[in-house]
């Protein structure tokens, strides 16, 4: 049996189709139902379209499919100041969610420093109330230091996006939402107006781009982690359109640097049946498998009896990284007298042979309670389908933020820690585990 292999066109462009959202009729429903309790309560009118405004990812058009966050400004009566000019920030914050209460009486929602989150089960809305200024900037309120009433100019931004993506025959809109999958995928910590502004600063510094298809997205997506790879260390970016500060919360050159090099390995491989899993290192399940009648693995495993019980995050759960997690793993010797550091072993080269014990711990993490974690043990190669020991099934932390494991067969395993907060994944990390002995 052949495998049949599909263009690089074919490729990103059914990864694009994969990325756009699905549930928009939804989100308009939850949008529409927002504006009109506002209206209501602000206006005395039952309009769901009137006084409200699509902002952040969403209103861009640059956010991917299970986007989690919903930014929305509600652009409250000028009449209104007078009532809340004086310190009155978070009386405003508290009309807004009592409004809203009267619509979504059980849904649970608070006040945010700027916002009023409103939290469906996947899904938060955070309502911006904000007074429209003569330059269609908006004045919002901030209960943070005691309280200020900053500016915001989110439609300039929409049309710095809109305006660069037209004259780079749409590419800029699909680099922003490719850069955000290859983000979930890795669980890199972006803010999706930064992801924006480096792609939109990228396709401005070439011209190469310009009136290409998808037939060229893989030199695109090489040439991007290229150079972002290559970007100097800096506190913030200046956001298209407004030039409000953005901020870079962690660096994200090394893993960019890595992308790179994945990208490489993938525009190698164009021709061969397995250039589809290469891409899928770089952007994860949204890339589209090879639609192959037999896979590399079933072709190796010939006359093997296994069991695939491996389970996807992403099918539990909408993925939308934009916290730190970072895991390590205690390695401990026969006894269990002595331990290293996994990372460090792998680092220095050093091997992780068969019957050692591993005690995998949360390290580093900075999303706000309150959250939970999960654990997903995969097992790969070939003495672990031999066994029938692949494992990957996705399992709750019991509580201590560990897991603990017993180094068995070899193999490159991989442990992964998903936090989820909110029905949504919000952070995740990896850890390879290459045992070099053991059956």
């Known amino acids: 049996m052949t495998t049949e292999i599909m263009t690089v066109a074919q490729m990103f462009s059914q990864f694009a189709e994969n990325l756009s959202v699905e549930n928009a009729e939804e989100i308009s429903g939850r949008y529409g139902e927002i504006t009109m309790a506002l209206n209501k309560y602000y206006r005395d009118t039952e309009s769901k379209t009137a006084n409200s405004l699509y902002v952040g990812s969403y209103g861009r058009g640059t956010g991917i499919n299970g986007i989690s966050d919903l930014d929305m400004i509600y652009m409250l009566p000028k009449e209104a100041w007078d009532r809340y000019k004086d310190g009155r920030q978070s009386a405003l914050l508290q009309d807004v969610k009592k409004a809203i209460k009267e619509r979504y009486s059980r849904t649970e929602m608070r006040g945010d420093g700027q916002v009023v989150v ?14 429209e200024q ?17 500016i915001t100019k989110p439609r300039a931004e929409m049309q710095a996006i809109r305006d660069v993506d037209e004259v780079k025959n749409g590419n800029l809109r699909n680099l922003c939402q490719m850069v955000r999958a290859w983000k979930n995928q890795h669980g890199i910590e972006m803010g999706g107006l930064l992801i924006d502004t480096l792609a939109h600063n990228f396709l401005q510094s070439t011209s190469e781009y ?26 913030y970016y200046l956001a298209p359109g407004s030039n409000q500060r953005v901020y870079v919360r962690r660096k994200f050159q090394k893993k960019a640097k890595k992308a790179h090099k994945l990208c490489l390995e993938a525009i190698d491989a164009e021709n061969d049946a397995g250039v589809n899993k290469k891409w899928k290192r770089v952007f994860g399940r949204p890339f589209p498998a090879a639609p192959a009648t037999v896979t590399e693995a079933a072709a190796g495993d010939a006359g093997l009896s296994w069991t695939s019980t491996e389970e996807f995050i992403e099918n539990k759960y909408p993925v939308d990284i934009r916290h730190y997690l970072k895991i390590d793993c205690e390695v401990s010797n026969y006894a269990g007298l002595s331990t290293q550091s996994l990372r460090e072993m792998v680092d220095k080269g050093y091997p992780l042979y068969a019957n050692r014990g591993l005690r995998f711990h949360v390290s580093e993490i900075d999303v706000p ?8 043990v995969l097992n790969r190669g070939p003495i672990a389908r031999r066994k029938n020991q692949v494992r990957g099934q996705i399992e709750r932390d019991k509580g201590c933020q560990e897991k603990t494991e017993t180094a068995s067969f070899k193999g490159d ?10 029905r949504t994944v919000v952070a995740k990390d990896r850890i390879h585990v290459p045992i070099a002995n053991g059956e």
């Open 118 to 131: 409103v939290e469906f089960d996947s899904q938060a809305f955070e309502v911006v109330p904000a007074f």
């Open 134 to 150: 003569e330059d269609r900037s908006f004045k919002y309120p901030d209960t943070n230091d005691g309280g200020s009433w900053p």
């Open 210 to 235: 310009d009136d290409k298809s998808f037939l060229y997205y893989d030199y695109m997506v090489r040439d991007f982690f290229l150079y972002l790879s290559e970007e100097d260390n800096q506190e």
């Open 369 to 376: 309670e309150p959250y939970h974690l999960e654990w997903k």
């Open 413 to 422: 395993h991989i442990v992964e820690c998903y936090a989820i907060r909110n």
